[in-house]
């Protein structure tokens, strides 16, 4: 164990929001109080961006009942951002923050991007010779950081996703009286893991179940081979249910699907729209009625149907980034670990930030079956643990009652900083 | 009491699944089984089509297990059907089915559509001396049945998607850089029940609460209109979550959105894509980001999210159904009253069949806000309580383990029946 570093700690959370986020927010909370070299526990509204401003809030003052709630409240309760740190003077800016509120302790709650960030910061400080340890917290439905086994928020979004592949499965199954095609568009932008995970639906003596066709951005898409796919479900039953991740892609790379040009912050396209484009060519090549659904933004907020095991992992990353910093490492990631044998046990490691910025992981080329539309049973063994138990969460009136914070802010010591 | 009428039973399901339409068919079967009088309980295979074909299963031979599973299962267990019965000789036919498996309770779970079609069943037996009591069982979605307070279904789609609207507006708060529109395009034909509902998503002491603007079929939508209010709730919010019936209407009277120009068996518009289409708008008209999300087919069948109130009304119009018929009704459908007082009290009583078939409710006037994109208190007090309590589905391996009828076939002893 290193030196003993006494000050502050900062948590904040960056990228899109998760079912379980604030679950880590709530470990990082939980964990801090408990090692009394950190002093004062402040929360960074809106990532990067807030700590920019010198937004600061003061979470050891939030009510137990509301870091409770925190655990069970889908979003990011502090705020997120979207936005990169470009210029040298920004970071600079980030290390002056940290100094005049004398934050030792930076938990930064992302995906690869925001790994990168927190990466640059801490070798920015080392520089400059500022005492500081970083820690990451690994966070992302699309579950495409390397190194880790899986993300927090991965499974959660699967749970919701198979439960509503298996309701509307059954409503087509009713219904069933002609030629149906269903297709389900979710997210995952550059790799097909939350697509993938829907296969998880099927029940186990049902191999007919939906969903009957799974299409990844991992392989290229083919018209032709689609229309094939569909008739050959058809043929066997009534309707047909298809997934398709919102990122596939063509034979040349190209999106299949671009409805949007618009680009985010980092550069990425924004996309949307790859379920109806589907629909349509079904409905120019075959006598069918197709229809597709958009679950949207609701998908990585389902926390009323989330999964108790992603939840528990997610609380631990954050407890784990506390007591990782609080011994002394800096420039790390929380990673999950599957402990060897047949019983899933997960546990946590850490891996450099430098490993995980900007890297993606791509699902093994023999987790997909050779009809390139379903998962093999070594997918289904990997994922099927991590959407296990439900968590329950509290109701008022009839809906979900989650909580927000009281967000009390920490004084300005700064002037304002001019940015982008 | 009328006289004992001794024979057998055969309750069907018809129209759109719902997350509770199984509940009242558990309903039926476990009053059915309290009455011996009525011999054996079938149940038909896709409504009047299953009928028609003579195929009947034997529902007293499932197991006790999958009837209380049907209870918390969602879509119609039995098949639905939405064929519209047409010519008299289908109808003659299912008179004929009746005669020979001695059906003398018939019970239809549906809407408005079914009852007009039981109500025709029920007077062409009178009219040829077969004795028959048929009762209807109240279904759908849309709420929009007259003489019944509310419809089994509705208190379902409304408290999930209530669930899924506080989830999303948390995460586009959490987000909320930008300017946002969030549109969420929900069921509805004719009437603006379900997306009246999502009012429900607000917390009591947050106005600013999503959704921000409802907009229903019941009033003529203008274009100008929708760009200036969102944009006065842009003026006050980061973002802006609007919501939208499928069905929503011009000045005209014309569809909004006519994406498809299918129609259905009884004449209705199938329809869909007005989220997409106020996107466009929005996007045409002010410099915002707009995204539409279509819950699609998933939000009847999220029994994962629904009403135990509901759920228990469901179940509690089934054996309602029962036991008005073995007292000697016919041709009524079961109704659900609201007692007078303070406290919400649902009981159930009767009303004609032909007053149901093909009327429809609409929302009263004075239950929308004169700025016309929101609801009036009295709304806020008739549906408050159909959404209360939560369902706890079994699950297994970490999805819902919904039940499939083992659908044991009575054996046909008529000819095949031509049809179109």
Redesign the interface.
Known sequence: MSEELVGNCLVA?SG??TAVINASVAGVVAEALNNPCIEEVYGGI?GV?GILKEELIDLAEESQQIIRGLRY???????????KLKRDLDYDRVLQVFEAHNIRYFFYCGGNDSQDTADKISKLAQSKGYELRVIGVPKTIDNDLVTTDHCPGYGSVV?YL???I???A????????HDLV?I?EVMGRNAGWIAAGAT??KG?DNPDDAPHLIYLPELPFSKEKFVDDVQAVLKKNKYCMVVVGEGLLDKDGNYVANSAT?KDAFGHQQL?GVG?FLAGVLEQNLAV?A????????Q??????S?QTDNDEAFMAGKAAVRAAVEGETDKMVILVRAEGENYVCETSLAPLSEIANGVKEIPEDWISEDGTSMTAKFIKYC?PL????VQVP?E????A?VRLSKRRIRKVLDSHEFE
Chains 1, 2 share one sequence.
Not at 170 to 177: K, T, V
Not at 300 to 305: D, N
Request: proline share 5%; charged share 20%; with cysteine.
């Open positions: 959370q899109g929001p809106n961006l409240t889908p979003a990011s309760a502090l705020g997120t951002c979207r936005f749970k198979c439960t509503v298996r309701e509307t059954l409503d087509h199954e009713a219904m069933g009286q269903s389900v998880l639906a186990k618009s949307g109806d009625k229809r597709s659904s958009k679950l949207g933004t609701g990585r907020a389902a926390t009323h149907c999964s099927q959407i296990q138990g439900e109701y009136n009839g809906v979900p989650y």
